[in-house]
């Protein structure tokens, strides 16, 4: 069974650092990873997207990374603005057909950046 | 470019009361999917929909039905609402098992009942 967890559970930085947020799951196949970003009250926003053939990915100043060997994923973030504040989550659709490919989902890393 | 859309946004409804919350997604996904968001739980897959005409159960299915008449419409029902039914309900699409596109969310709608 497919199981997503993500440390830390919470993050508080000063604004301008260089920050990695960690996904780990437990089956390495995988169809593909996503991260979300979720501001407090609202819905989920699409952040990255990375195929399980691909290695990483990259939009503006955040970079994900895939290692299915290792069944880690890590979410970097570069020079960290207050607005980056949010919490952070990972999901992972399965490649098993019996499951219809659904998502498996973390619990999230809540991220705080300080001015 | 609307993308996904739920309605109503808040509600709060009494024990015993019914409703139906409707997601509307006009990306031409086929798969479309209702989830619950409870703090320290995660999101947790409540019923899926493959295709029109088509459903299938979750993660947490009792004590909601679903129904997908139209492939842009996809309603999550309650016939006798429960506390334990207070959540943030979360609509998401995406198209049939393809790598290269993810799952796009609506903006969620906040239930309470009392």
């Known amino acids: 069974k497919q199981e997503v967890t993500q440390i830390p559970a919470a993050l508080s930085v000063p604004e301008g650092e260089n920050l990695v947020l960690n996904c780990s799951f437990t089956d390495s196949a995988i169809y593909n990873l996503q991260w979300f970003r979720q501001d407090p009250g609202k819905g989920l926003t699409s952040l990255l997207l990375i195929q399980s053939s691909q290695r990483e990915q990259t939009s503006g100043r955040l970079n994900a990374s895939l290692d299915k060997s290792s069944g880690r994923s890590t979410l970097y973030i570069a020079a960290s603005q207050p607005g980056d504040s949010a919490t952070y989550l990972c999901?992972?659709?399965?490649?098993?057909?019996?499951?219809?490919?659904?998502?498996?989902w973390g619990l999230g890393t809540s991220l705080a950046v300080n001015p | 470019n609307a993308g996904v859309t739920q309605t109503p946004k808040f509600r709060v409804l009494k024990t015993g009361q019914s409703m139906t919350l409707l997601c509307a997604q006009d990306?031409?996904?086929?798969?479309m999917y209702w989830y619950r968001q409870d703090p320290g739980m995660g999101l947790r897959l409540i019923h899926y929909s493959v295709g029109e005409g088509t459903t299938a159960k979750g993660e947490v299915p009792d004590g909601y039905n679903v129904s997908r008449l139209k492939k842009q419409n996809f309603l999550l029902g309650l016939e006798s609402a429960a506390p334990s039914q207070t959540s943030v309900y979360f609509c998401a699409s995406s198209y049939r098992q393809t790598a290269n596109y993810g799952y796009t969310f609506g903006s969620g709608t906040r239930l309470t009942v009392v």
């Open positions: 990306m031409n996904h086929e798969y």
């Open positions: 999901a992972v659709r399965s490649n098993n057909a019996g499951n219809n490919r659904k998502l498996i």
